[in-house]
């Protein structure tokens, strides 16, 4: 099997190059080539917050949901202000390290907005 992607609009894995662009002889969808390579930079690039405003280090956040801790009764709630985060390079999906009161976290981006 080939590692052509599958289309992003009807899910089919019949693509095929033409170009500079990929084709889906099923739905017709054409996609540009470049637009896979930008997803892999895009995993490398900055990290934005809920409303997609991004985030540096010693920005003060505001949590957006409530969030259950794995593994303990503790529950970071909603409207916590966290103040001075750090972006730790290669820290998996999940962004954002932060302390609390109960404790330091790490955290996902999208459950915060920027204060």
Known sequence: MSNLPACPQCTLENTYPDGDNYVCPDCGFEWPQTATAAEG??????VKDANGNPLADGDTVILIKDLKVKGSSI???KGTKI???RLPEGAGDHEVDCKTEQGGFMLKAEFMKKA
């Open 41 to 46: 930079e895009e995993a490398g690039g900055p």
């Open 75 to 77: 529950v970071l709630k």
């Open 83 to 85: 103040k001075g985060i």
